[in-house]
C-alpha cells in the first residue's frame, strides 16, 4: 500500500470539504493538503490555512496542473452536486458528479496515485430498499443524484479491478454541522433547523414530522473518512461503498432535542419537493462491514451533537457570524 503524502481536496469550499481540510491540515501538515473548489470564495480560515486554488473538477487540465504543481498522491473527490439541487437540474448533477468522477479516477491511474477517495450516499438507495439498509441490496435511485453516486460507485470498483488503483468510498447519511451549510441535499433541514433555533427560535421544516433518515455528527464524518482512506488495504473486503450508520431520527425528534435546550422553540411543517426523495430514501443503515473491516465506530448521538451544534450556533450568532 502507497503511503500518503500529498493530499487534493476537490469541493473544498462545500460543507464536508471545509471542515475535511483542515482536519487533514492538522494531520498531514498544512502544506501537504491542497484546497480546491470552482467557485464559492472560501473561509478566511480555509484560506489562510494552507494552500486554496479555484479548478473545475470538469475540466481534466485544470484538475492536471494541481497534481503536477504539487506532486499530489492522494485524491478526496468531495464536489458533487446533491439531491435538491441535482433534481432542479438533472443534466448538470450527471455531468459534474459522472464527468467529475471519471476524471479524477482517470487522473488517479495516470498518476499512480496512492489514493482516491470517491464519497457516495445514502441517495444510492430507492424502492426495494429495506427500511434498514443492508450492505448490499437493492440499488434503484429515484434521483439523478442517486444514479450518478449508483453509477460512480461501480465505476470506481472497476478502476480497482481493472487497474489495481486504490479508489475507497463510503456511503455518507445526512450531514449536520455547525461551520459551512450544505449545498442543496435532501438533509439540509437537519442542519437548517440549528441555525434557525438559534436565530429565531422557529424554523418550517420542508418535509413532514415523521419523516426519519439516517444521520451524522461531522465529527464523526470526517473520522469516517480519514479511517477509510489509511485502512490496510488488505482489510478491506469491499472498496467504494461502504455503508455507515450513526443515528436514526425523525424530524419531530430533532426538534424535541432542539426543545429540551431552547424550550421556546417552535417547529412547523410545510414538504415540498424534497419530501418524496426523503420518502425513497431508508430511515437507517447496516454497516457491520465497515465496523468489521475498518473499526467504523461513531461517537456521536442526537443528544451529544445536539448539545454541541447549539453551543457552536450561540457562539458564532453572538459573533454576528450567522447573518
Ligand atoms: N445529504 C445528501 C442530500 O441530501 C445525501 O447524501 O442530497
Redesign the pocket.
Known amino acids: 500500500m502507497k503511503e500518503i503524502k500529498k493530499i487534493l481536496v476537490t469541493g473544498a469550499v462545500g460543507q464536508i470539504g471545509s471542515e475535511l481540510t483542515l482536519a487533514l491540515r492538522d494531520k498531514y501538515g498544512a502544506e501537504h493538503v491542497i484546497a480546491t473548489g470552482r467557485k464559492t470564495e472560501p473561509s478566511k480560515e480555509l484560506k489562510e490555512s494552507g494552500p486554496f486554488h479555484f479548478i473545475d473538477v470538469n475540466s481534466v487540465d485544470s484538475v492536471e496542473e494541481m497534481i503536477k504543481k504539487y506532486e499530489i498522491d492522494t485524491i478526496i473527490h468531495m464536489a458533487a452536486i446533491?439531491?435538491?439541487v441535482g433534481e432542479k437540474n438533472p443534466m448538470l448533477a450527471w455531468d459534474v458528479n459522472m464527468n467529475g468522477t471519471l476524471n479524477i479516477l482517470n487522473l488517479g491511474v495516470k498518476y499512480d496515485m496512492a489514493r482516491v477517495i470517491i464519497p457516495s450516499?445514502?441517495?444510492v438507495w430507492g424502492p426495494g430498499t429495506p427500511s434498514v439498509a443492508p450492505q448490499d441490496t437493492a440499488l434503484h435511485p429515484t434521483t439523478m443524484?442517486g444514479v450518478t453516486k449508483v453509477a460512480g460507485e461501480i465505476l470506481a470498483d472497476y478502476y480497482v479491478l481493472k487497474y489495481g488503483l486504490d479508489s475507497r468510498g463510503l456511503r455518507?447519511p445526512?450531514?449536520i454541522s455547525s461551520e459551512t451549510l450544505?449545498g442543496g441535499?435532501?438533509?439540509?433541514y437537519a442542519v437548517a433547523i440549528y441555525y434557525e433555533a438559534v436565530k429565531n427560535k422557529k424554523y418550517t421544516c420542508f418535509v413532514r414530522e415523521d419523516t426519519r433518515l439516517p444521520m451524522m455528527y461531522m465529527p464523526d464524518c470526517i473520522k469516517a473518512t480519514i479511517d477509510l482512506m489509511e485502512a490496510p488495504f488488505d482489510k478491506l473486503n469491499r472498496h467504494n461503498d461502504y455503508n455507515v450508520g450513526s443515528m436514526s431520527f425523525t424530524a419531530k425528534d430533532l426538534a424535541n432535542a432542539i426543545k429540551k435546550h431552547i424550550p421556546d422553540f417552535v417547529d412547523s411543517y410545510e414538504p415540498d419537493f424534497r419530501q418524496a426523495i426523503a420518502d425513497s430514501w431508508p430511515d437507517d443503515v447496516e454497516d457491520d462491514a465497515a465496523r468489521k473491516d475498518w473499526g467504523w465506530d461513531p461517537s456521536h448521538n442526537i443528544e451529544s451533537m445536539t448539545k454541541d451544534m447549539l453551543e457552536k450556533l450561540q457562539a458564532r450568532h453572538a459573533k454576528g457570524e450567522l447573518e
Open positions: 446533491l439531491s435538491g450516499s445514502i441517495a443524484y455518507y445526512g450531514i450544505p441535499g435532501t438533509t439540509d
